[in-house]
């Protein structure tokens, strides 16, 4: 069945009727006069509308996003069709009927929509929705009725009206009363929900509307209608945005810049207009004000570029730091004392032409010593160990011509990593001891840590508990540890070895035996799904692209494999969070509930919102699936239901389901930054 996108159905009855409407008004000059001055406002704020509803539908499938999209067009259309009233032209008065209620409904709808998507506020009934329906078609044939018969037009004016104003008034006191009295922590979403109808409307209305209501208008309507700009530009920004700036901030920055502007702005006007020979007062202000804007916006501007470039193109770093850098960046990836044995013996010879080194473990009870050589093969014997033993504490201890480093203590066994130059009474000499002392010192905090773990883990394999939310974290982050070489393996052997033999198939295929072609083919998809499971073991993209990325990237290739319509959004900030697992955490947690789906939904579309605000990251979860009962879904050992709460709740994070079949099912996952 071919599917209808009734966007671009919309966009082009919204293209043909300006097109047509404009034909009526600018070539039919001695039927309709109509000057330029008249539209040019209008087709200005049509193509702007134009615009940005294309970028809204680009980058963004969520439900609310459409219903902006269609109050935006609907709006334009109204606005558009209002300056041809006085025509007489009977389609642009229908027109102007329909658009006009129709932009008061769907922008009660998007305001519904996306207070339910944020978590605000709780969908509304149908049965209201329907309600509202209803009123809406009466409406709009009523006022077509009153149009063609004339009759009834005044009550029929009134009642289209006031339904008008409800849907835009009651979602605007929702907001208002949200803003005064909910315990939702973004309120600088409210206040922007709120903020752009009132910088959009206000000047209109207390600057026109009304005072022409008590005498005379104080500002003409045309000068007041270019703030309707700030709908389109405002809920764009509010839609796309994945980070909000507040309209507090805004103003403040704005002020801040206007009082630095001030000064400059009067003298540059002051000796502009001197020099002209024409002075007015009138001439001064007007200018001043227009420097004062462009001065204050150039002043924002630049304090832009300086936070995006000062900091690259004049860096004050030294070596030790970018070191640093470099070593803890490195023992993120360690999971193990062989993986670190083996990092600190390839770092050491980096930085040694020559030296030897070995790892002593010393039972200070038994004076029993075990060795464990990195380096060489030296034993050094000749240090007092049960002397070195008393003074704990102490990280490096250079004996002779002989240095040791203090790695740990397990009981009454001490660890020490002891090095020595292959020749006699040759020194370590300052600037070699003082790089040893910066790297041991983070070597002996991952040497001690790793011991911790290994004797955690050993406590758990042994025991049953409840796990807390570090613990659950730390588990994950081992099982993780373990993927990665599974991967590293799949890559480096098994991988290799496939593609040497396709390439040997490859070439007798072409030589002799043809009778070869099938079973290269079959190889090759043999290769494919290697790779295949490679990168679904390992995300790369995490460490490389970001979460983000990532996640986009994900639900991306589930939308070409998935058996149902799949809609997503990602809007994270973050491109790495504090430690790599909270980014792996998140993104395991959505591949989950998309591999669930897959099997277990029997969905036609299913909705993944992931977005980030200053406090929390949340992941909503839809689909339109058979349900499961959450209970009994447990009980039967649903390994991957119960893996999505065990990683949430090692982020200290909450998850709610609500679910039940034959019904659809959602999950709601809040986790804090």
Not at 422 to 438: A, Q, T, V
Not at 445 to 459: Q, R, S
Not at 639 to 661: A, H, P, Q, V, Y
Request: charged residues 20%; proline residues 2%.
């Amino acid at each position: 069945m071919l599917k209808i996108d009734k966007y671009k159905i919309v966009k082009l009855l919204f293209y043909l009727l300006h097109i047509y409407l404009l034909y009526r008004v600018f070539y039919q000059t001695n039927e309709y006069n109509i000057q330029w001055n008249n539209m040019y406002l209008p087709c200005i704020f049509s193509t702007v509308i134009s615009i940005f509803t294309y970028m809204i539908y680009t980058q963004s499938s969520k439900k609310s996003s459409h219903f902006l999209i269609y109050f935006l067009l609907m709006g334009s259309l109204a606005y558009f069709t209002a300056f041809l009233q006085s025509t007489n032209i009977n389609l642009a008065i229908m027109v102007f009927t329909v658009c006009f209620q129709l932009s008061g409904w769907f922008f009660n709808k998007f305001i519904t929509e996306i207070l339910y998507l944020r978590r605000i506020s709780y969908r509304r009934k149908s049965k209201t929705d329907n309600l509202n329906l209803i009123l809406l078609i009466f409406v709009i044939c009523s006022e077509l009725y009153s149009i063609f018969f004339n009759q009834l037009s005044n009550i029929i004016k009134i009642i289209s009206i006031i339904y008008y104003l409800s849907n835009m008034l009651i979602p605007l006191l929702k907001l208002f009363y949200l803003l005064l009295h909910s315990k939702y922590p973004e309120n600088s979403f409210l206040r922007w929900m709120l903020g752009i109808p009132i910088i959009a409307f206000g000047p209109f209305l207390f600057l026109f509307a009304l005072p022409l209501l008590i005498n005379k208008s104080w500002v003409d309507a045309a000068v007041t209608t270019w703030t309707f700009f700030a709908i389109p530009i405002g809920y764009t920004y509010l839609i796309l945005s994945k980070n909000l700036l507040g309209l507090r901030f805004i103003l403040n920055r704005l002020l801040y810049y206007l009082l630095l502007a001030v000064i400059p702005s009067f003298w540059i006007s002051l000796v502009l207009i001197w020099y002209s020979s024409l002075f007015h007062l009138v001439d001064l202000i007007q200018l001043f004000g227009f420097l004062l804007l462009i001065i204050a916006v150039f002043l924002m501007i630049k304090e832009q570029i300086d936070y995006y470039f000062r900091y690259a193109f004049f860096q004050d770093k030294n070596n030790v730091v970018q070191r640093v850098e470099q070593l803890l960046k490195d023992l993120k990836g360690i999971l193990s004392l062989s993986e670190l044995n083996n990092y600190v013996t390839q770092e050491i010879k980096k930085q040694f032409n020559s030296v030897e080194t070995t790892i002593i473990k010393y039972n200070s009870n038994t004076n029993q010593i075990v060795r464990e050589y990195l380096i060489g093969n030296a034993d050094f014997e000749h240090i007092p160990f049960q002397n070195i033993a008393r003074k704990e504490g102490r990280l490096l201890i250079d004996y002779e011509n002989n240095i040791g480093f203090f790695l740990s203590r397990q009981s009454n066994t001490f660890h020490y990593l002891w090095m020595k130059k292959p020749k006699n009474h040759m020194r370590f000499h300052i600037y070699e001891k003082s790089w040893l002392i910066m790297f041991f010192s983070y070597i002996r905090l991952t040497y001690e840590n790793i011991l911790i773990n290994e004797a955690f883990v050993t406590k758990i394999m042994e025991s049953n508990f409840e796990f807390s939310s570090s613990q659950s974290r730390f588990l994950f982050h081992i099982a993780e540890a373990e993927r990665r070489k599974i991967a590293d393996n799949i890559h480096n052997t098994i991988l290799q070895n496939q593609i040497y033999i396709y390439r040997k198939l490859d070439i007798l295929a072409e030589d002799k035996y043809s009778e070869l072609l099938p079973l290269k083919k079959e190889f090759k998809n043999i290769i494919d799904r290697t790779r295949t499971t490679y990168r679904e073991i390992i995300p790369n993209t995490l460490l490389n692209d970001g979460l983000s990325y990532s996640l986009d990237k994900l639900l991306h290739q589930s939308q070409q494999k998935a058996p149902f319509r799949l809609d997503y959004e990602v809007e994270l900030t973050t491109g790495k969070f504090d430690y790599y697992e909270k980014s792996l955490i998140i993104y395991r947690v959505v591949e989950e509930l998309i591999n669930n789906a897959i099997k277990h939904s029997v969905a036609k579309r299913v909705s993944v919102y992931i977005r980030e605000t200053e406090k929390k990251i949340y992941i909503d979860y839809l689909d339109d699936g058979k349900g499961f009962n959450k209970e009994e879904a447990l009980a039967t050992e649903k390994i991957g239901l119960k893996s999505i709460i065990e990683r949430i709740k090692s982020l200290n994070g909450i998850i709610e389901f609500i679910t039940d079949s034959p019904k659809n099912v959602q999950i709601f996952i809040t986790i804090p930054e």
